[in-house]
């Protein structure tokens, strides 16, 4: 019986400029592809809540390649990208004392993904 390597993949916080370059373009590329977002020069999805430093971004790594990417936006007073879609709703929560945060800037890259993890 032949041996078959187990591919290992893990989870990290992006704490090193090249791994939010990473995340960011693997957004972009993904989000293109599906016309979430428009072309740009720089090839990233950034967001002004990316640039917030309580907004951890977290990698799903395989190797050296990144398999998926999510960014946890905590409420602030910039408030949340979802309000801009659902400003009452937002309101109320924050009114009854809610806590929120939002999962954003989900990306799975495709080209691997495609191939099975």
Not at 24 to 49: A, D, H, Q, W
């Amino acid at each position: 019986m032949a041996h078959q390597e187990v591919s290992k993949e893990r989870v990290e916080l992006a704490t090193k400029k090249a791994h939010f370059e990473e995340a960011f373009k693997l957004v972009y590329r993904e989000y293109l592809k599906k016309g979430y977002c428009s072309p740009n020069p720089s090839g990233m999805k950034i967001t002004l809540y990316s640039a917030l430093p309580e907004t951890p971004t977290f990698c799903l790594w395989r190797q050296d390649s990144i398999l998926a990417t999510a960014s946890l936006v905590m409420d602030s007073p910039l408030g949340l990208p979802v309000e801009s879609t659902y400003p009452t709703e937002i309101k109320e929560l924050r009114q009854k004392g809610r806590k929120l945060s939002e999962v954003s800037l989900l990306a799975l890259n495709s080209d691997l993904i495609s191939k099975g993890i």
